[in-house]
């Protein structure tokens, strides 16, 4: 009872440090990435409202890099706290080893391993795609607009012509209206005062009202012309197809890579199971690499601790650069640097239980 109530005990002081930890990594993320894509709703290439969105799936994708580093500075804080207390000095004289502090860390990580996996192979490409539609498609609905001031713009492959003088700064109000529309039975000319446009987001037609004018509808080049003057009148402008077309290697599913010769697709995939792997690896590292001296500050090893993440990270980042470009075979792939970390947080813990000096 007694194992399985400090079990509980360093599971919740862990778990707690970790969402902190990853609550404040991730606010930091998602603050630069918010501030790029706040810029293209600036410049009126985003709508507004489709901004938590892209961030929110975002968020998903950003998990796989933080669980590890978060995951590991989370113990290292968690020990820090510990040792300083001098609660490790009262469960080593109880009789608690470093296997005992490893266990419920570990447990700890596994589940994490499994959702960072489950991240890195399905949600995360997945949420990627989802993000980078919406902005595409948002960018061509806001850019199909039939009015720029002072400009003649034609739409739907030239068979409409646009002109406005004036423009509100929203877009959504203009003075002083010309159209020209290609139909079927001839061609007409409209002039108005003034109009509105609006989106339909069922659709995405956009839709364009004019309001006092005169509509001339006949066939070029004849005298037979019908004039119409109206009070209101409404245009749906239907925009172009659109085909989505993923173009990142970094989005693509995880099935196209299994099985592909390509070494950029074999970087891609050796890169995402990396991510999983690291959680485990990282904790492994993080409980003697946690270890303080009597009087050392609490938080004297997180630069260690930091260091051995970007380290880690780096490692991996210029591994799977080398698998892109033929110099590291996909058989060998990543699985150096992951020997390497292992043999580290091996080495270390060996020398915590004295095994080796």
């Known amino acids: 009872?007694?194992?399985?109530?400090?079990?509980?005990?360093?599971?919740?002081?862990?778990?707690?440090?970790?969402?902190?930890?990853?609550?404040?990594?991730?606010?930091?993320m998602l603050s630069t990435r918010f501030a790029s894509v706040l810029n293209f709703a600036a410049k009126g290439d985003l709508p507004p409202d489709l901004l938590l969105n892209v961030a929110l799936l975002q968020t998903l994708r950003y998990l796989v890099m933080l669980i590890p580093a978060s995951l590991l500075l989370a113990i290292m804080m968690s020990l820090g706290?510990?040792?300083?207390?001098?609660?490790?000095?009262?469960?080593?004289?109880?009789?608690?080893?470093?296997?005992?502090?490893?266990?419920?860390?570990?447990?700890?990580?596994?589940?994490?391993?499994?959702?960072?996996?489950?991240?890195?192979?399905?949600?995360?490409?997945?949420a990627g795609r989802q993000a980078d539609f919406l902005v595409k498609d948002a960018k061509?609905?806001?850019?199909?607009?039939?009015?720029?001031?002072?400009?003649?713009?034609?739409?739907?492959?030239g068979k409409a012509v646009f002109y406005t003088a004036s423009m509100n700064p929203a877009g959504t109000q203009f003075g002083q209206v010309f159209t020209q529309i290609e139909e079927a039975q001839g061609s007409s000319v409209v002039v108005?005062?003034?109009?509105?446009?609006?989106?339909d987001p069922a659709t995405g037609d956009r839709l364009v009202r004019l309001y006092d004018g005169y509509r001339y509808f006949g066939t070029p080049g004849t005298a037979e012309y019908d004039v119409v003057k109206f009070k209101e009148l409404t245009l749906r402008l239907s925009p172009p197809a659109f085909d989505y077309?993923?173009?990142?290697?970094?989005l693509s599913p995880t099935g196209s890579l299994l099985g592909s010769s390509d070494p950029q697709d074999q970087a891609e995939l050796q890169s995402r199971l990396a991510s999983p792997l690291s959680v485990l690896i990282l904790a492994l590292l993080a409980v003697p690499l946690s270890h303080l001296q009597p009087r050392q500050g609490r938080y004297g090893k997180l630069v260690l601790g930091i260091l051995a993440v970007l380290v880690y990270l780096n490692l991996i980042i210029f591994g799977a650069a080398w698998i892109g470009k033929g110099k590291v075979p996909p058989l060998i792939g990543l699985w150096w640097v992951h020997g390497l970390m292992l043999t580290v947080?091996?080495?270390?813990?060996?020398?915590?239980?004295?095994?080796?000096r």
């Open 81 to 126: 706290r510990l040792y300083s207390d001098n609660e490790i000095a009262a469960m080593t004289g109880c009789g608690v080893g470093l296997g005992r502090l490893y266990r419920p860390f570990l447990w700890l990580a596994v589940i994490l391993a499994l959702a960072t996996a489950a991240l890195s192979f399905s949600i995360g490409p997945w």
């Open 1 to 28: 009872m007694n194992r399985l109530v400090l079990d509980r005990y360093l599971m919740r002081e862990v778990a707690t440090a970790w969402l902190a930890v990853t609550f404040v990594l991730l606010a930091i």
């Open 345 to 356: 947080a091996l080495v270390l813990t060996a020398r915590r239980q004295g095994w080796v």
């Open 245 to 250: 077309v993923n173009d990142q290697r970094v």
């Open 192 to 199: 108005a005062d003034h109009g509105d446009q609006s989106g």
């Open 140 to 157: 061509r609905l806001v850019q199909y607009t039939p009015f720029e001031p002072g400009q003649f713009k034609p739409t739907a492959g």
